[in-house]
């Protein structure tokens, strides 16, 4: 059996919380407010899954699924140089992918099987997950059709995991909700996405402002870690303590 790894956040605090960083075989889900730092979580692990092993990377190729259009290959230089990595290196071996709409969004996804299956690449990002269905199905009688939708697309994501031993992880928004919020527990803010999306995350994360620049990630559900918090910032370096 292959072994699993975990992709370090860039944060020693977070890591922490996860007992070393984003697990493979596995699908991870990072959701909260906008502004804090999803998309730069992204671009940090873009560079930190190919470290070594031994210096809590993957040694492996990066796949992006951008579908809101804010992933920027030169944010890798700063945060490359940071680990000591060649940039060069580090921009070529991401695989960027702009999705347009939903279809093409689960279009990209299994039209990666031939690269996957070349065991080079160690992470996949989803930028966010749910926003191309979100524009797509948009009536309410539209919604049991996004469901089923999204639910194909994230159990390809959770096959893909499993089958190439591979770390999934996917941004996801909150709900605007006040009156659902209110139900979702003192953090008072719950991912969209409904039931379809709580199975396929095996790990839930949620981000939020804290004091001044710090932002605070929370456990929010783990087969394997306890609830728990961590601060962390921004940098030019990507994400940090
Ligand atoms: P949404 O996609 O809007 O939901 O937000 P997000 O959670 O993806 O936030 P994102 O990762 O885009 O974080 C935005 C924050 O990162 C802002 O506060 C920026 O100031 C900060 N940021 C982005 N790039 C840099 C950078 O190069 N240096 C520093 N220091 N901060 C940066
Ligand atoms: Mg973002």
């Known amino acids: 059996r292959r072994t699993c790894f975990k992709i370090r956040t860039g944060s020693d605090n977070w890591n922490k919380i996860l007992g070393g960083g ?6 991870s889900e990072v959701y909260g407010e906008f502004r804090c730092g999803k998309t730069q979580l992204f671009h940090t692990m ?12 993957a040694a492996g190729k990066v796949i992006v699924i951008d579908t809101e259009g804010t992933f920027r290959p ?25 999705a347009r709409n939903s279809e093409h969004q689960h279009e990209i996804l299994c039209g990666m099987t031939a690269d996957l299956a070349t065991g080079q690449y160690r992470l996949i990002m989803v930028d966010s997950i ?22 194909v697309h994230l159990r390809k994501l959770v096959e893909v995991a499993e089958e190439f031993n591979i770390a999934v992880v ?27 999306m709580a199975h396929a995350s095996t790990t839930r994360v949620l981000l939020r402002k804290g004091r001044g620049d710090e932002r605070v990630a929370k456990v929010m559900d783990s087969p394997d870690c306890p609830e728990a918090e961590a601060t962390y910032i921004i940098t030019n370096g990507g994400i940090n303590d």
Do not use: C, W
């Not at 984003?22 to 699908?27: D, G, I, L, Q, T």
């Not at 945060?79 to 071996?93: L, Q």
């Not at 709900?175 to 803010?189: E, I, L, T, V, Y």
């Open 170 to 196: 996917m941004s996801n928004q909150v709900q605007s909700d006040p009156g659902a919020a209110m139900f979702a527990g003192m953090d008072g803010r719950k991912p969209v996405g409904g039931h379809v």
């Open 22 to 27: 984003f697990e493979s075989r596995s699908v």
């Open 74 to 98: 030169e944010r890798l230089i700063a945060i490359a140089e940071r680990f000591k990595m060649d940039p060069e290196t580090v921009v070529d071996n991401v695989l960027y992918q702009r």
């Open 130 to 151: 749910l926003n191309l269905f979100r524009g797509d199905y948009q009536g309410r009688g539209e919604l049991n059709e996004r469901q089923q939708k999204l639910g």
């Open 46 to 57: 873009s560079v930190t899954a190919q470290l070594p092993r031994e210096e809590g990377g």
